[in-house]
DNA sequence: CTAACTAATGCGCATAACGGATATATGTCA
DNA sequence: TGACATATATCCGTTATGCGCATTAGTTAG
């Protein structure tokens, strides 16, 4: 039997098989802090619970595709760089039936996300409050960012917390030795706003003349030539991000 | 309406769905490089060509699961740590139907290794070679490791040999600063085998001081008080995986 | 019994990375 | 013009790393 006629034998609906999606974790900062942005749930399951943006794989999509439509339906997004993250399969993860999702991660910069804000008005950000340090991993919780993030975090939906709390750790980790910082800023920042994002993401102050030394070494910031502008002190060196060739 | 009243209205085929399978990337070492097991497949699609074990995820089992059930069904083996690597959802991957797969990583110690051959006669070694150094990244080839390893690089099935691929990058990445090389190890060990694990997973040379330094700081290793047997020369001390407290 | 051999183990030095403090430069604003 | 705040540059002590070399402890040959 030749490949050709065994194909056109075969039944794909033989089997059961669990549904499969995709979950954002959009991540943005606020206030030196890392930030999402979540949906609350009007619908059941989980209904008045806090979610990532998601949903389902088409027959005729990439995960990559599925990523990006999600990107662009419910945060109103394109042009954004979009990577995996996890793929989750708990069995009870979803209590309408068996979901298998797979997570993205993308870093949004401050326009961005606001962008997202303006455009889908059931979007809200959240605070992330990361109570573990450096690579230990753990739990973490979402406060509300607008208003006063008194008290009261967020119920999140599903398994979402966990994979939040992945998305960090693998932020983290990712942070020394790949270009992942350069995402949260705009096209020219100043090395002390590359520091700002390296702090809010790691948790953690840094030392100044040394992270400037890294960075620089490093061979991806090309002076300007201009400088930031609207500061009642010396103003700093505007840098772009410039990928070694 | 109740959450519980919407969940048992709710209808979980009404969309079509991707096929769900798990691949197994069974990693161990020969002749100082990386190996693999594969089995070739004798049925359509792709007959003749050599494939990752696989299967496809029921509806009750978690991905970890299904993993451990491929690891125990197609290589006989039990016990080992699988962790999960990446999800490939190309559209064409599979040509019977839509098929997304997520690929796991273990790592085998000889014993391991052998333990499946013997076990399983379908399973065939084969060795890695990976044209390129660091992690740069990019296609590898996959050679008989029986018989004389001559020319004629294996045909993989599907996306195999993208997933092979990636699984030797992330070997590499994880290697300097987890424990991953022990995996590759039986329990009582020499730094110098140690030593050849990681200059079989980079590919490149190690200074043996500096690398002896390295792993007797990071704590990790526990002198047994024995040496080794066998050989013609001054035996060297075993030393057992300790995981830092 | 002794010497040759081999690889493990230990030592020392030059160099590079790094944390951290301090000094200098360069803008704004009163 | 000078006070001020922050960017930028310099310096130093500590620690990690690369690497050659001496020493040690086994086996094997004579």
Redesign the interface.
């Known amino acids: ?3 050709a006629k ?2 056109s034998g ?1 039944d ?1 609906d033989a ?6 999606a995709v979950d954002l974790v959009l991540l943005g900062l606020h206030d030196g802090r890392p930030s999402v942005l979540l949906l609350q749930r009007a ?5 008045g619970r806090w979610a990532l943006p998601g949903g ?2 088409a ?6 595709a599925a990523a990006e439509r999600v990107l662009r339906d419910k945060a109103g997004l394109a042009g954004i760089q979009c990577e ?1 993250l ?2 989750f ?3 009870d993860r979803d ?4 979901i ?1 999702s ?1 997570a993205y991660l993308a870093l949004l910069p401050e326009r961005a996300f606001g962008e997202a804000l303006d455009g889908m008005p059931k979007l809200s950000r959240a605070v992330i409050d990361v109570p573990w340090t450096g690579e230990a991993g753990g739990p973490v919780a979402v406060l509300p960012a607008d208003g006063r993030m008194r008290g009261e975090p967020l119920a999140l939906a599903f398994d979402h917390a966990e994979i939040l709390a992945l998305a960090i750790l693998r932020l983290r980790g990712k942070l020394d030795y790949s270009d992942v910082g350069f995402a949260l800023l705009p096209e020219h920042f100043t090395l002390r706003q590359l520091q700002d994002v390296h702090e809010a993401i790691l948790g953690t102050p840094l030392n100044k003349p040394a992270f400037r030394r890294r960075m620089l070494d490093r061979g991806w910031l090309a002076p300007t030539g201009s400088r930031e502008a609207g500061t009642s002190f010396r103003p700093a060196e505007l840098y772009r991000f410039q990928k070694p060739s």
């Open positions: 039997m030749s490949e065994f194909l075969y794909p089997y059961d098989r669990p549904a499969l619908e059941h399951p989980h209904a389902f794989v027959l005729d999509e990439t995960l990559d995996q996890y793929t399969g708990a069995l209590p309408r039936m068996r298998v797979v």
